[in-house]
């Protein structure tokens, strides 16, 4: 009969084993739901920011204007995010007008290659580098 003091060692080598696999997939899971979570709030952004865009009138002559309310609108609903953020997303927001700004029918809006960085690290190999989204709405006048 094996003593039960004889084993004392082998659980802690055990749980020194499996705790740092359980801790990897723990924080891969969590890299990867964070990532899942801005890439929806991401999409939802550029949604709002295309109704935003087909509620707006008189784009020839107000465009630019236009195009950063559009921008500020984005910005604004991703600011809310917990990831690890970085300034710029402003600069990755593009605006499309299809055929042209004098004659619209649809309004693309998206966000173009923005970097994203992950929270630990773990799972950078397994999710992509870089966030898009788009939407596209009709515009009637």
């Known amino acids: 009969m094996i ?26 899971m969590i890299d990867y739901g964070m990532y899942l979570f801005t890439k929806y709030n991401f999409e939802n952004a550029v949604r709002n920011g295309a109704r935003t865009a087909v509620k ?11 195009t950063q309310k ?3 609108s984005i ?5 809310r995010l917990p990831t690890t953020w ?7 927001v ?14 693309q809006v998206k966000i173009d290659n923005y970097k994203y960085t992950s929270i630990t690290g773990f799972v950078d190999l397994c ?10 709405m009709r515009y009637t006048y």
């Open 3 to 28: 003593k039960l003091s004889d084993k004392k060692g082998q659980a802690v080598a055990e749980f020194v084993l499996l705790s740092g696999v359980f801790l990897m997939v723990t924080m891969g």
């Open 127 to 136: 999710i992509p580098s870089t966030l898009n989204a788009q939407a596209s």
């Open 94 to 107: 593009i605006v499309i007008f299809s055929p042209d700004v004098n004659n619209i029918n649809y309004i």
């Open 75 to 79: 910005v604004y609903d991703c600011n």
């Open 56 to 66: 707006m009138r008189n784009w020839s002559a107000n465009q630019v204007e236009n």
């Open 70 to 72: 559009i921008k500020d």
């Open 86 to 92: 970085k300034s710029g997303l402003a600069n990755n």
